[in-house]
């Protein structure tokens, strides 16, 4: 008889934390499908580099979901000032487009969308649309063009960026002084 009752609050425990990560979908805008890959650490799941010959970018997104529309990545930011108005951030924009690409390629599905959730927020969706791809392709041959280049200037007047840049060290127009 005890064997039988601890089987069934394991089963109650069970139930109810699936209804709390399905309550917590819903809370963050995730759509309903299965997660297959994730990039953090102790992950059960594989988190292998994507690469897209056709744009030479590569990238791990934080998360895939296999949905009934297509493969949905998902961008986990830790912000605590997300931009107004439900936008997205123009650099977090560029790399969940090259996260829509680089799933398309790899996998050879489709891929209605890209979330980006900022801190507990609810998801904020990036759709690959025609202009929105054209841009992407744009910053992409930008970016090549610039890495050819011997002098860069700064494109922003933001200290914290400067602070965490990985080129401070040889750059002579940095703002952390």
């Known amino acids: 008889m005890t064997l039988v ?14 209804r709390r990560s399905q309550q917590r ?6 759509p309903n499908g299965d997660v297959f890959y994730q990039d953090h650490g102790g992950q059960p799941m594989p988190a292998v580099t994507l690469q ?10 934080d998360r895939l979901i296999r949905t009934a529309e297509g493969i949905v990545p998902v961008e986990l930011k830790k912000s605590a000032r997300p ?10 924009l560029i790399q969940v487009l090259a996260y829509i690409v680089l799933v398309r390629e790899h996998y050879g599905e489709d891929v209605p969308y890209g979330l980006v959730i900022y801190g507990d927020e ?3 969706k ?14 992409v041959q930008h970016v090549r063009s610039a890495r050819g280049m011997e002098q860069l200037d700064r ?3 933001q200290r914290s960026r400067c602070r965490g840049c990985g080129l401070k060290p040889n750059c002579n127009q940095s703002l952390d002084c």
Request: charged share 15%.
């Open 122 to 124: 609810t998801a904020r």
């Open 25 to 30: 979908r819903q809370q963050l805008g995730l």
């Open 126 to 139: 990036v759709i690959p649309t025609p202009e929105n791809l054209a841009w992407f392709a744009e910053v």
């Open 83 to 92: 931009p107004a108005r439900g936008g997205v951030y123009p650099n977090h």
């Open 52 to 61: 897209s010959r056709v744009y030479g970018v590569r990238g791990k997104p």
């Open 5 to 18: 009752l601890i089987a069934l609050a394991a089963l109650l425990i069970g139930i109810l934390l699936l």
């Open 155 to 157: 494109s922003h007047q």
